[in-house]
T-cell receptor
Framework: SQQGEEDPQALSIQEGENATMNCSYKTSINNLQWYRQNSGRGLVHLILIRSNEREKHSGRLRVTLDTSKKSSSLLITASRAADTASYFCATDLIQGAQKLVFGQGTRLTINP | GAGVSQSPSNKVTEKGKDVELRCDPISGHTALYWYRQSLGQGLEFLIYFQGNSAPDKSGLPSDRFSAERTGGSVSTLTIQRTQQEDSAVYLC??????????????FGPGTRLTVL
């Protein structure tokens, strides 16, 4: 089963509203990262949060991490049409795989 | 500096033919990754290089798939005797992965492979 599971799989909101996406994982991590993908091409790194951090901000992005619940959330405030994309969480595991493990992604659509 | 580049950007081939996909990572990045993404799906890990060696090739779907990396830089992913189910976007990423560093990956634009 997937290490990272995003929820919801798809989200559609009106421009200006806030969008929240969640990610759950199963094993202990060094850090968790969020990536964005436009139009099925290369992913772009958005933000990294370390296992000893609880919250991090970058512009309109806010990421939280709850290691006790093994979950993270990505909040995009004041959404814009250009935020329409797929968003993936990726976990950097303490043990096991020597690579980031990506979830299946949340498809976000911002309606004008 | 230049990002990760991949070539070709699109490849259409006939079933049974061999294809080679190329990835040029960011200069100095020690780690290189290949992923596959089918339409509307998540990323499927294929293989990971650290330098020229591949400590993890667990994601290669069959022995028709192989990859190599030379000079700690360019990598090629080869698919022999292509099948229609190989149709997907093949993404390459690189990172400056050293002990104690977070493995933030930088992705190329991908190669869209279509097998007819």
């Amino acid at each position: 089963s997937q290490q990272g599971e995003e929820d919801p799989q798809a989200l559609s909101i009106q421009e200006g509203e806030n969008a929240t996406m969640n990610c759950s994982y199963k094993t202990s991590i060094n850090n968790l990262q969020w990536y964005r993908q436009n139009s099925g091409r290369g992913l772009v790194h958005l933000i990294l949060i370390r296992s000893n951090e609880r919250e991090k901000h970058s512009g309109r992005l806010r990421v939280t991490l709850d290691t006790s619940k093994k979950s993270s959330s990505l909040l995009i405030t004041a959404s814009r049409a250009a935020d329409t994309a797929s968003y993936f969480c990726a976990t950097d595991l303490i043990q096991g795989a020597q690579k980031l493990v990506f979830g299946q992604g949340t498809r976000l659509t911002i309606n004008p | 500096g230049a990002g990760v580049s991949q070539s070709p950007s699109n490849k259409v081939t006939e079933k049974g033919k061999d294809v080679e996909l190329r990835c040029d990572p960011i200069s100095g990045h020690t780690a290189l990754y290949w992923y596959r993404q089918s339409l509307g799906q998540g990323l499927e890990f294929l293989i990971y290089f650290q330098g020229n060696s591949a400590p993890d090739k667990s994601g290669l779907p069959s022995d028709r798939f192989s990859a190599e990396r030379t000079g700690g830089s360019v990598s090629t992913l080869t698919i022999q005797r292509t099948q229609q189910e190989d149709s997907a976007v093949y993404l390459c990423a690189s990172s400056f992965r050293l002990a104690g560093w977070a493995d933030t990956q930088y992705f190329g634009p991908g190669t869209r492979l279509t097998v007819l």
